[in-house]
Nanobody, 115 residues
Framework: VQLVESGGGLVQAGGSLRLSCAAS????????MGWYRQAPGNQRELVAT???????NYADSVKGRITIPRDNDKNTVYLQMNSLKPEDTALYYC??????????WGQGTQVTVSS
């Protein structure tokens, strides 16, 4: 499966962005999806996940500001980010747990939040 991230950009603090992750085939019913981010000089961190059953989980740093909706018909998972902060600036990736463990990553999409 191929995963393509898009939707990043430059936004002012307090603004919103919606990232998209398009899968090349239907996998959401059989695997959980996650959004990760990596800021310069930092390790990649898991931001949000959604299981095949639709249960979601969020990192403490983004709870209340970020959601991970999914459109099964479009084979797309989103990351809706509101009330953005400069510390949200990072390269954002989507992935399955299996691909992440194997070290398979896409290009990611850059989010830059200005203060």
């Amino acid at each position: 499966v191929q995963l393509v991230e898009s939707g990043g950009g430059l936004v002012q603090a307090g603004g919103s962005l919606r990232l998209s992750c398009a899968a090349s085939k239907s996998i959401f019913s059989i695997t959980a999806m996650g959004w990760y981010r990596q800021a310069p000089g930092n390790q990649r961190e898991l931001v949000a996940t959604i299981t095949s059953g639709g249960s979601t989980n969020y990192a403490d740093s983004v709870k209340g500001r970020i959601t991970i909706p999914r459109d099964n018909d479009k084979n797309t998972v989103y990351l809706q980010m509101n009330s953005l902060k400069p510390e949200d600036t990072a390269l954002y990736y989507c992935n399955t747990k299996a691909r992440a463990l194997l070290g398979y990553w896409g290009q990611g999409t850059q989010v830059t939040v200005s203060s």
